[in-house]
């Protein structure tokens, strides 16, 4: 079983729908929870990033983080199609430098 | 500084020859790590360097994968006698380690190794 488990998808919404992005995890450890957005032939970057249990807001993106589930979930409101990309959700243990990603999700919004 | 620099952007080589990646990290950043990247995979952890001390390195780096920060600035990653299974995205990222917490990655665009 791998550490970090993310549906690949791929997923295809239209413009303006709430999207719901998940992974689970195996490692109780995990302390740090994060979401990357990875254009095509581009690195990753951070859009969310949510220490320990709990909710994080930032603009249309959501962050819910369920340590006693071993779940976190990324929403998009109002979706773009800007918002087009790979979503990666990554963690990491106290001390410890080693950030564990997911898959990834391939995410199209359609106009 | 605009950000995590890498080159060559993509690199074609025949099995069994040697290839060297460089990265420029942020100018005021003293981490800096290399994760491997293949296609449909999340990004895989190679090896981090504080200043230039290499301070943990994944079972992935095989003896045949070398990676220097000489000075804790630039870091490079060679792979001598490269083979097919080599093929990936090679991605650097390098971050401000403030004390407790995690720090914030930011990576560059990647090289993509390409092995025939």
């Known amino acids: 079983q791998k550490e970090v488990e993310q549906d690949p998808g791929p997923l295809s919404v239209p413009e303006g729908a709430i999207v719901s992005l998940n992974c689970t995890y195996s490692?109780?450890?995990?302390?740090?929870f994060m979401w990357y957005r990875q254009y095509s032939r581009k690195g990753p970057e951070l859009l969310m990033y949510?220490?320990?249990?709990g909710n994080k807001e930032d603009g249309r993106f959501t962050a819910q983080v369920d340590k006693s589930s071993k779940y976190i979930s990324l929403f998009i409101r109002d979706s773009q199609p800007s918002d087009s990309a790979t979503y990666l959700c990554?963690?990491?243990?106290?001390?410890?430098?080693?950030?564990?990603f997911g898959k990834g999700t391939k995410l199209t919004v359609n106009p | 500084d605009t950000g995590v620099s890498q080159n060559p952007r993509h690199k074609i080589t025949k099995r069994g020859q040697n290839v060297t990646f460089r990265c420029d990290p942020i100018?005021?950043?003293?981490?800096l790590y290399w994760y491997r990247q293949t296609l449909g995979q999340g990004p895989e952890f190679l090896t981090y360097?504080?200043?230039?001390?290499?301070?943990?390195k994944s079972r992935l780096l095989s003896d045949r994968f070398s990676a220097e920060r000489p000075k804790g600035s630039f870091s490079t990653l060679e792979i001598q006698r490269t083979e097919q299974g080599d093929s990936a995205m090679y991605l650097c990222?390098?971050?401000?380690?403030?004390?407790?917490?995690?720090?914030?990655?930011?990576f560059g665009a990647g090289s993509r190794l390409t092995v025939l």
């Open positions: 990554a963690m990491l243990q106290g001390g410890s430098e080693k950030l564990v």
């Open positions: 490692n109780s450890a995990f302390q740090y």
């Open positions: 990222a390098s971050s401000l380690a403030l004390g407790a917490g995690a720090n914030v990655l930011t």
């Open positions: 360097f504080q200043n230039e001390a290499q301070l943990e």
């Open positions: 100018s005021e950043h003293n981490r």
């Open positions: 949510t220490y320990s249990s």
